[in-house]
Nanobody
Framework: QVQLAESGGGLVQPGGSLRLSCAASGSIFSINVMGWYRQAAGKQRELVARITSGGNTNYADSGKGRFTISRDNAKNTVYLQMDGLKPADTALYYC???????????WGQGTQVTVSS
C-alpha cells in the first residue's frame, strides 16, 4: 500500500500563490507517475498536472503557464507551484500516485484551495 500526505492548501486572494506538497510512503516503486487532480463543487475530478519519475510533465490547459509541477525522487515527494491564482481554481486538490504497468490509483485525502477576496 501507498500513503500520500498532502499539505499546502489554504485561503488566498486572487493573484496570489500557493505551493502544494505530497509525500508518498509505503510500498514505493521507483518507476511511477505522480500528479495533482482537483474537484470543484458540482464538477467532475479533473487533471491538473502529472509528472513521471523520469521528469516528463503533462498539464491541463486550465493551469498551463501558471502552475508548475516538480518532484524529488529521493524524497518521494511531488510539488505543485500555483501562481496567479483565480477564483476558478477553488477546489479540493488531490495527490495521485500510480506505478508503471498498474491500473491501481492511490489518492491522498485532499487539500482545500480557496481563492477569494
Amino acid at each position: 500500500q501507498v500513503q500520500l500526505a498532502e499539505s499546502g492548501g489554504g485561503l488566498v486572494q486572487p493573484g496570489g500563490s500557493l505551493r502544494l506538497s505530497c509525500a508518498a510512503s509505503g510500498s514505493i516503486f521507483s518507476i511511477n507517475v505522480m500528479g495533482w487532480y482537483r474537484q470543484a463543487a458540482g464538477k467532475q475530478r479533473e487533471l491538473v498536472a502529472r509528472i513521471t519519475s523520469g521528469g516528463n510533465t503533462n498539464y491541463a490547459d486550465s493551469g498551463k503557464g501558471r502552475f508548475t509541477i516538480s518532484r524529488d525522487n529521493a524524497k518521494n515527494t511531488v510539488y505543485l507551484q500555483m501562481d496567479g491564482l483565480k477564483p476558478a481554481d477553488t477546489a479540493l486538490y488531490y495527490c495521485n500516485y500510480r506505478r508503471q504497468w498498474s491500473s491501481l490509483d492511490y489518492w491522498g485525502q485532499g487539500t482545500q484551495v480557496t481563492v477569494s477576496s
